[in-house]
């Protein structure tokens, strides 16, 4: 804009992502201290270096930025935990309280008593969890965790079969794919990489196929793809163990690449001692159970017909580069293992596993270099050597001196003590996006368990009513920060601070900065530096890091480029010297290859749950158990493009574009007697939620879906009334990497009488 027609300046900032898989450029406009309008990437485009542009959550920030119900001051609780009573009172009183109780309570427990949650609504280095991190192993400790809600299973699986997590092409090579198969994978709307869904959409224009298997009609498979498959949820494993069965029974898969590179594929290749053991090939077959796995036995699991089952593994057998692209949604399921082990394997089988347009499905960090590095801001090393799976917070706060190995504990034998504080930074999973609700509500009441709860955040979420004291924090848009791309992408972000924080807000640093000196650490925590400072030095951490080209903190700034981005012109190809000469270059495994057959499953001695070849097992809640008798419908909670988890909840705009109801199919609403609009109750044994619904052809029959991440809002019966989907799962997890199952969920659902 003409800078002597007006005092606005423009200037050009990262998206505050929060938890979102993408990492988008925005242009702010602001006058007079305020930003009065929010646009996105204009820099030049190109499959190699693309624009990084803004969804509808980006564009619609500035409801966020000037909400009204924004946290203007700490509060302290003045009612029971839960009441969502609170009292104003200054950040001396609030950071005194907090520091004393951290002394008392690890004087009382020891510093293993200390916690601080998964949280991932900030991530631009100084706002976020890590900056109480730092605090927390400065002040002597606190318990660790491990995993995440969203990776939990197949972060730590994917290593199992390949050794390492850097199982992705560089996302360019999509374009030399003949066959696209996205598996419950949904870029159009949660966004998995910015630009994910445009690669995509150029690799079909280049000739590939692009078939998407998903119990819904998500905008991803309305727009990216050529065949909608629709799949009942939790039995994938089942339809890809049937497409193993084509493949090897019409002598489809790679043969010379499964015995060079392979373990286990066959009795040929067992590990040494093994040699008897069930091999992949043998389950496949049905030699030991009397079970072959065909497309026929599949149909009545999947409720797929077997001609397409059969015709999907074919097209992706000889279409001799193809993607399986696995989404996240399989994998946070009751054994949820089995779904990254199976999809890996058919990558594995068919050589798609080193070659330019294939892809080795899995966790899929780009090749190269791993992609980004989230954040570089220095937490310390914790001395407190004890860490919990991240999901199993509330085992620990109910009976963490009973927790050993046998509930996912590392580091220690056992814990030596239960959690009695939390410190929850940029967190809502102590309530909204936590399992069963209901349950963790009751333990967070308790004050016996945790004795005392800080939330830090920037709104009254359903986590800070259960708080002590809240600390109100400033947006992205009032402190500096910097991004690096999510998974994939190669481009550093600046974010520079835009305008004045609110009221009496601060960022998650200065906050972490100021409690720190309460405890006498202030010094040893900031080092004499302030937010700017610590962007400014990871500035240059980056360049030792990961881009040593990019410019210094103040070019970088003063010239308004925004982003620092690295085009791919030749695309990295995971696995390509493993491919090339797999003795030479053998991979992390045990076996340097990639092991289809895990002896490190098979030693767990739990054949049943944690199988040594991937299988198809029965869901402990499914339409095939007798829990179907009284719950008989399959509820998913996907991504909606209204929200980052459940973040953007609050912003009406959003609300107001995708608002939020149950889907449900015209089959399952005709027996009810539901019509579309009717506000329905969705329950089970752990809670329920009323909400309107929406029935569509785009579910398939037996399946609800409502969108995750709704506020929960219950009334005085306790029932939600925002259609918060996790009054409904379970706090129950996977057996092997004790993540959640967050997905496997049976219901009812009625029409509510007006």
Partial sequence: MDSTQTDERVVRVGCPAHNCGGRCLLKAHIKDGVITRLETDDRPDSIADPQLRACVRGRAYLRRQYHPDRLKYPL?????????????????????????EMQRIKETYGNGALYVPYGTGGSSH???????HRLMNLFGGCLNHYSSYSWGVIEQITEIIYGTNETG?????????KYILMWSWNPAEMRDGTNSDFLIKKARENGAKVVCIDPRMSMSAVSLADEWIPIRPGTDVAMMSAMAYVMISENLYDAEFVRTHCVGFDETQMPTGLEGEESYKDYILGIRDGIPKTPEWAESITGIPHETIARIAREYATSKSGVLYQGYGMQRRAYGEQAVLVGCTLAAITGNVGI???WASGMAYQSNDGGPLWSLFPVEENP????????????AALRGEEMSAEDGVKGVEKLDSNIKLIYAVACNTLVNQHGNINRATEILQDENLVELIVVQDQFMTSSGLYADIILPVCSQFETWGLEDGWKYGDELILMPKLVEPLSETKSDYQICAELAEKLGIGEEYTQGRDDRDWIEWAIEAYREARFPDVPAFDEFADSNMGVYSVPVTKPAIAFEDFRADPEVNPLGTPSGKIEIFSKTLFDMGKPDVIPAVPKYIQEWESPFGAEAEEYPLQALGHHSMGRVHSTHDNNDWLREAFPQRVFINPVDAEKRNIKNGDKVKVFNERGALITPCRVTKRIMPGVVDIPAGAWWNPNEEGVDQSGSTNVLTSEKWTPWAFSNALHTIMVQIEKVKS
């Fill in 126 to 132: 100084t706002m976020g969890s890590d900056t109480a």
């Fill in 76 to 100: 302290k609780r003045v009612g029971k935990r839960g009441e969502g009573k609170f009292e104003r009172i200054s950040w001396d009183e609030a950071l005194s309280i907090i520091a004393a």
């Fill in 169 to 177: 092409n560089q996302r360019q090579d999509w374009l030399n794919s």
């Fill in 356 to 358: 330019s347009g294939g």
């Fill in 384 to 395: 407190v050597k004890a860490a919990i799976p991240s999901f199993l917070w509330t085992e």
